[in-house]
């Protein structure tokens, strides 16, 4: 819980703060980058990490994750430039990209299925407090001090996380292993081409230029590089397996969706609040901790839910309210009140705490105790991919009104185009939770 509140904490307390970071630093056109790159380089690394700790355990891969998000964390304290401080959000990305996964693997090799309906309640209590103190903490931080004590305040915690990790020992038979370097760096390439070319392409270049078709040829023959060599190394990083199963690939593509859309919306509506209805940066993050409260509390009742009525009901039950927040976004004046966003963010905060937490113990579910770590990153790997392109789609599409002067009015614009895109990623999980199974009996 307390490693898991390292990542928590940072996926809120960084969004408050990012018009007192684009004051200080400039680059308003780069800062979706300070999301994109620190997912980035988490997706990249989660099918590493889980594939080494289902080798060499979880333990020395958390206490790994911990310090290299500590690194980064001082880095990004320091920035004296947006280069710099995307360059130590990547870093970040790559301790998260051990510590959330492996966390979450822990509480599935020491909870059954029922122990986990109760012991979500815990976990999610840890992203609960995170919520509130994390938006919070961003605004006050930014507002009566500096943006630069939103990354201090996560060496105390780093720090705490890894003393109590002591405490936790494993026994692990560790044999020969062999890590796959090619499959680890085609997949890492592929996915910035891909992100790379969604956040640039129509500013650095018009989308009708010859690097468009470039950067993404690209990243289709790495894409296809990757297969090949998954297919024929002996301990592939992310197994074709993993896409031969019905059930991990749908709750893989739901948590590409649950990514891009949680992502759209905590990039956009601290901007949305300050920028064009006028609000401070502490009421503003006060709206988008309704999206992270939500969640956690639907999460925490989910367990309960899905061993009553099922994991395709629970989920569906997840997505009609998400929809229907969807629509309070999309329907509303951009530059009304702030308290329709918070309505908004609600609900559908609410709706993904039936449709995320479900779909994770449905993926560890599936398969058995050496298959649980690279179940479990597949699914982590996916959000992360999906945040990624999900702030690199909605950043172009936001990017190509705004230009480089953004004014409230272009603003309004380019947030009501993202709230239209939060709605059709929330009717496409409908259809993905048609597939989901009622009920998953663990593997002997």
Known sequence: MLSTALVALDQTIVSTAVPSIVRDLGGFREFPW??????????????????????????????????????????????????VLIVARGLQGLGAGAVQPIGMTIIGD??????????????????????????????????????????????????????????????????????????????????????????EGGHSWAWTAWQTPAIFGAAALTLVGFVLVERVVAQPVLPLWVFGSRTLRTTSALSLLVGGLILGLSSYVPTLGQDVIGASAIVSGFALAALTLGWPVSAALSGRLYLSIGFRATGLLGVSLAVAGSLVLALMDPAGSLWHVALGCLLIGFGMGWVAAPALVVAQSSVAWGERGVATATNMFSRSVGSAIGVAVFGAMVNAVVGDHPTAATLATGVHRVFIGILVLALAMGVLELFMPKRVSPPA
């Open 34 to 83: 300070l999301f994109s790159v620190y997912l980035l380089a988490q997706a990249a690394t989660v099918p590493v990490y889980g594939k080494l700790a289902d080798q060499f355990g979880r333990k020395p891969l958390m206490y790994y994750g911990i310090g290299v998000f500590l690194l980064g964390s001082v880095l990004c304290a320091v920035a004296w430039s947006m280069p």
């Open 110 to 199: 020491i909870y059954t299925l029922r122990e986990r309906a109760k012991v979500q309640g815990y976990v999610a209590s840890v992203w609960g407090i995170s919520s509130v103190i994390g938006p919070t903490f961003g605004g006050v931080f930014s507002q009566l001090l500096t943006w630069r004590f939103i990354f201090w305040v996560n060496v105390p915690l780093c720090l705490l996380a890894a003393v109590m990790l002591r405490r936790f020992s494993e026994k692990v038979e560790r044999g020969h292993v062999k890590v796959d370097y090619a499959g680890a760096a085609l997949l890492t390439v592929s996915t910035t081409l891909v992100v790379l070319g969604l956040l």
